[in-house]
């Protein structure tokens, strides 16, 4: 059955690779189909599947490839985006494209692997793929191949509707860095394709933050602009049915501010001093009251960007307090004149906002990392009128591609994109979005990305990134 399985397939792959926009003529070819599937060849370097078009007929050749290596039986396959073993000449630029490990990366499940660096033809796959007792019917195969497979995924059933799902996934991907796709029929298929892989998974962050609150007392809510990581932190307060005490942190936040400070009387003819507690303080004593009357109200302290200030000037020996296990102990930190505490209330919660895209802040130091949870929010795609999707998209197309795992984090996010009409839309990108990537490129962050974004911009508002 196998020789059949394998024949069935090779089909079953061509005829896709046409629905996907693949030409086959001799004077406007969009690949090389190889293929070494003789009796012999099967699990010691037998293969079949698409390489560069300008690749010969035969022998060793180069850049990426769609490679399907098949066993002597019906199990146990690989299907992978491969290199030639004569490594790279037109793809190397590609392959340090982040967005093509990211995409490929989505495409594998637990019998997959993805290396971290798609254009390392140095480094082998790991022991626990390659000796997966799976595939040992192709382990010499793998092991001829073993780093020029910066991508591929175990087919247990290759004649299994599911893993059909993962060849055609494999395939669609391929034929999107390739650039089959022609007209409106092939990039719907492309997306029917990889649909079930790349779709973004739906998350209740209010729900998901909320159980983390109250699990960890303490957490920071960090993303780009536009996230709605302050908006957040409110719903939940409100979620709660707690009262909500609210700071923003700035640079010249001090201990005096947030704590106890001591300030001038300025309703005095004589020069007098009188304390003055911060909304710590406030927090705490209000927490305290409830608590004291066996209340079941909480209290949540919104601190809005966090890591703006100096943290140790800001919280001086009260840092030992964020803890989210401490109990009771016999060390009392005096916070404020008559006020000694040993640990923070129970029924006092913290939830503090950083944005991941302000880069002339310090990175937020361990100690504090220790004591709070932390958790992203992403931009995403929300249900409103006024919501402009596919300026959304093609940001989010243009991040996906170009930015490293770091520039992901300045991605505008969905607030970005809300208004009331098309004339505010365009002059929220103009005013908006277009200096801000400005900013981003002359810090030389997404460099790569500079010629897709001024194409965005000419078309959408008719102005260039420079002039």
Request: with cysteine; glycine share 6%.
């Amino acid at each position: 059955m196998s020789n059949t399985l394998i024949k069935e397939t090779i089909q079953f792959v061509k005829d896709e690779a046409t629905k996907f926009g693949a030409k086959t003529s001799d004077s406007n070819k969009s690949y090389v189909f190889r293929e070494n599937i003789s009796e012999d060849a099967l699990g010691d370097g037998g293969y079949f599947g698409f390489i560069s078009p300008d690749e010969a007929q035969s022998g060793a050749f180069s850049d990426f490839s769609f490679v399907i290596m098949p066993s002597k039986d019906d199990k146990g396959w690989i299907v992978t985006l491969g290199i030639g073993s004569l490594g790279f000449k037109n793809d190397y630029e590609l392959a340090n494209f982040p967005g093509l490990r990211r995409l490929f990366s989505k495409l594998i499940d637990q019998d997959g692997f993805c290396k971290t660096d798609l254009s390392d033809i140095e480094t082998s796959l790991p022991k626990n793929i390659t000796g997966r007792e799976e595939i040992v019917g192709i382990k010499k195969t793998i092991d001829s191949y073993t780093k020029v497979l910066p991508v591929i995924q175990i087919l247990k059933e290759p004649s299994s509707e599911t893993d059909r799902k993962k060849i055609l996934a494999f395939l669609a991907a391929y034929a999107k860095i390739r650039e089959w796709p022609t007209n409106k029929d092939h990039k719907k298929a492309i997306e029917e394709a990889l649909r079930d892989f790349v779709k973004e998974k739906d998350i209740n962050d209010q729900e998901m933050v909320k159980n983390l609150l109250l699990e960890r007392k303490y957490v920071v809510l960090q993303g780009p602009p536009g996230v709605g990581k302050t908006r957040l932190a409110k719903k939940i307060s409100e979620d709660l049915n707690a009262e909500t005490f609210f700071v923003q942190f700035h640079a010249e936040t001090s201990y005096s501010d947030f704590i106890y400070g001591i300030r001038p009387s300025i309703n005095t003819k004589d020069l007098s001093y009188e304390g003055e507690e911060g909304v710590l303080i406030k927090a705490i004593k209000k927490a305290q009251e409830l608590e004291k009357q066996e209340s079941k109200e909480n209290v949540v302290l919104i601190i809005d960007e966090i890591n703006r200030a100096n943290l140790s000037n800001v919280l001086g020996p009260f840092f030992y307090l964020f803890e989210y296990q401490q109990e009771q102990s016999e060390i009392n930190i005096e916070i404020a004149p008559g006020l000694k505490i040993s640990a923070l209330p129970k029924n006092l919660f913290v939830i503090a906002t950083m944005n991941t895209a302000d880069r002339s802040l310090a990175v937020v130091d361990f100690a504090l990392r220790r004591r709070f949870a932390w958790y992203s929010l992403q931009p995403k795609v929300i249900k409103a009128p006024s919501f402009y999707l596919n300026d959304f998209l093609e940001f989010k197309r243009i991040f996906d591609w170009f930015a490293t795992s770091n520039e992901m984090a300045l991605q505008p996010g969905q607030g970005y994109f809300i208004a009331d009409s098309e004339d505010k839309m365009v002059n929220r990108i103009k005013y908006e979005l277009l200096p801000l990537i400005k900013e981003y490129l002359q810090e030389g962050l997404l460099a790569s990305a500079k010629e897709d974004f001024n194409n965005y911009f000419v078309n959408r508002i008719k102005v260039p990134l420079y002039e």
